[in-house]
T-cell receptor, first 117, second 117 residues
Framework: KAGVTQTPRYLIKTRGQQVTLSCSPI?????VSWYQQTPGQGLQFLFEYFSETQRNKGNFPGRFSGRQFSNSRSEMNVSTLELGDSALYLC????????????????FGQGTRLTVV | AQSVTQLGSHVSVSEGALVLLRCNYSSSVPPYLFWYVQYPNQGLQLLLK??????LVKGINGFEAEFKKSETSFHLTKPSAHMSDAAEYFC???????????????FGKGTLLTVNP
């Protein structure tokens, strides 16, 4: 069974540009979450999608957005990039069935390393 | 609001020695608790989880953790460290919501484990 796939693995962008990151969850998983990991702030929750709907959102500016497609694949977009957006962006997938809480764990991809110059 | 404190950003042990990584949490409701491991340039791998069943949880690679409600702790232990255990370890908490799922994980800052030969 294939794991969570994130593309690309590495990305270099210039300040002011925008970027789109992609995440393909494990087959059958309907929940996709995104996290930002930096040395200073650690791992921070961005947002979570289930069946194409955003269920949870973290405390990030509106420049950070995401979406989920009918096949559960997800993308996140960052517009008007700032130097501080340089980070490892991690995607996690779960079965995500409502009412079952965290009975199923989150499986993480290898991440996309974004560098803003 | 939920939070996680990992005591000790860096722990160093000798091969064969006991590994003890500390985690304390704050949560307004009985939480779900997790330990993840991250190797360099990799995503997160789940070691074990507590979801209100047995308070002593056994995970992969010989790790285990004990949920102590009175101490709000979820410390990770392994009786005998191997060189391959060298990595960064993250404790995470999630608060289950009634009537739905909450897939937002709040992570501690992480503990880097070094294993000396």
């Amino acid at each position: 069974k294939a794991g969570v796939t994130q593309t690309p693995r590495y990305l270099i962008k210039t300040r002011g540009q925008q970027v789109t990151l992609s995440c393909s969850p494990i087959s059958g998983h309907r929940s996709v979450s995104w996290y930002q990991q930096t040395p200073g702030q650690g791992l921070q929750f961005l947002f979570e999608y289930f069946s194409e709907t955003q269920r949870n959102k973290g405390n990030f500016p509106g420049r950070f957005s995401g979406r989920q497609f009918s096949n559960s694949r997800s993308e996140m977009n960052v517009s008007t990039l700032e130097l501080g957006d340089s980070a490892l962006y991690l995607c996690a997938s779960s079965l995500g069935v409502p009412g079952q809480g965290m009975n199923t764990e989150a499986f993480f991809g290898q991440g996309t390393r974004l560098t803003v110059v | 609001a939920q939070s996680v404190t990992q005591l000790g950003s860096h722990v160093s042990v000798s091969e064969g020695a006991l590994v003890l990584l500390r985690c304390n949490y704050s949560s307004s409701v009985p939480p779900y608790l997790f330990w993840y491991v991250q190797y360099p340039n990799q995503g997160l791998q789940l070691l074990l989880k507590y979801t209100s069943a047995a308070t002593l949880v056994k995970g992969i690679n010989g790790f285990e953790a004990e949920f102590k409600k009175s101490e709000t702790s979820f410390h990770l232990t392994k009786p005998s460290a191997h060189m391959s255990d060298a990595a960064e370890y993250f404790c995470a908490v999630s608060e289950p919501k009634s009537g739905g799922s909450n897939y937002k994980l709040t992570f501690g800052k992480g503990t880097l484990l070094t294993v000396n030969p």
